[in-house]
């Protein structure tokens, strides 16, 4: 049998198909989040995502520490605080002396190099569990109001040594308020990694148990996006990178990457994909359940959104992996 060309030829060794990978992943391209919760000497298990804790500041700072000698360099910052300290403004967002503030400069003395990009959204301190002021008569999500309050937030962050904001939220018009509140309170070297396409998921589920921040009433389909769509995401991100955003993010992953191949051919700006806690939760239960292997399906799953375009992965799974990679 003759053929001209035998493609088998590039696959026939470990050291060829990796000469030729069109995809590698390292370390360098995961931001880690982490949950932050209230207290001294606590590490909760969320039991909706095994082997994944909620920590307090202390705990944190320890596996911060650990996460640096890994090769883990960026965060993405959550934090959980009592009931009693939300209400229908979130204002405590945008204590000084809150949880995010405290945990931002805690985690800067124990590892001053590492990147922290926090969490910009009310739902974690708002009594109905939104991402924004609630109309209290319609139940309807108030944008602008919402972004004043996001603005405050961000700029608390920034105060508390924040290099990236992230704002969650899918409110209008919030990140050209954003930086336009950078440049005029000199914070113009604080970066907005934008979730430019959030889609209204069911693949959230674990992380509002994470953070006890499911809404109250109704769903989030006023301001999070309807997963049929794919224009769509086209236009809210174009609007994030004309307004300043440094990073565009679309969210959840595994199920999207279309979408993240179809931002990517568009901008210009690194684009991030978020393989959220529903993704995290799926592959762990499958691999308990002895139907797939976990490692395998770890460095996999990463290496799909990568090729689909993402130059950086926010994922649960950043720890492992970095570890599977350096092995």
């Not at 944190?60 to 000698?69: G, M, N």
């Not at 239960?285 to 130059?311: F, V």
Request: charged fraction near 25%; hydrophobic fraction near 40%.
């Amino acid at each position: 049998m003759y053929l001209q060309h035998r493609n088998r030829i590039l696959r026939r060794s470990q050291p060829i198909r990796d000469l030729v990978a069109e995809t590698t992943l390292s370390s360098n391209d995961f931001i880690l989040p982490i949950f932050i919760t209230e207290g001294k000497n606590v590490v909760e298990e969320i039991p909706s995502m095994p082997n994944y804790f909620r920590r307090s500041l202390d705990e944190t700072v320890k596996e911060v520490k650990e996460l640096w000698s890994v090769g883990i360099k960026a965060l993405n910052t959550y934090v959980k605080i009592s009931n009693h300290l939300k209400d229908n403004t979130g204002k405590e967002a945008w204590n000084p002396n809150g949880l995010m503030q405290q945990a931002i400069k805690a985690i800067k003395d124990a590892v001053p190099e590492m990147l922290i990009m926090t969490d910009v959204a009310l739902d974690p301190f708002s009594k109905y569990g939104h991402d924004g002021i609630v109309d209290e008569k319609t139940g309807y999500i108030l944008n602008d109001e919402t972004v004043n309050a996001l603005t405050l937030m961000s700029l608390s962050h920034a105060e508390a040594g924040a290099d990236f904001v992230a704002p969650s939220d899918m409110m209008d018009g919030r990140i050209g308020a954003i930086r336009k509140a950078f440049e005029e309170n000199n914070f113009s070297n604080v970066g907005i990694m934008t979730y430019g396409a959030k889609y209204a998921s069911c693949f959230y589920g674990p992380f509002r148990d994470a953070l006890d921040s499911a809404p109250g009433f109704g769903d989030k389909k006023t301001y999070q996006m309807n997963f049929a769509n794919r224009r769509e995401a086209i236009n809210e991100v174009m609007k994030d990178v004309e307004e300043g955003a440094d990073i565009v993010m679309i969210k959840p992953a595994m199920a999207y990457l279309d979408i993240i191949r179809e931002v990517k051919n568009v901008v210009t700006v690194p684009v991030s994909a978020y393989q959220v806690s529903g993704e995290y939760a799926m592959i762990k239960a499958a691999a308990h359940n002895g139907w797939i292997d976990e490692n395998k399906a770890i460095i996999e799953s990463l290496t799909a959104i990568k090729r689909a375009g993402a130059d950086l992965i926010l994922t649960y799974f950043a720890k492992p992996a970095a570890k599977l990679l350096a092995e």
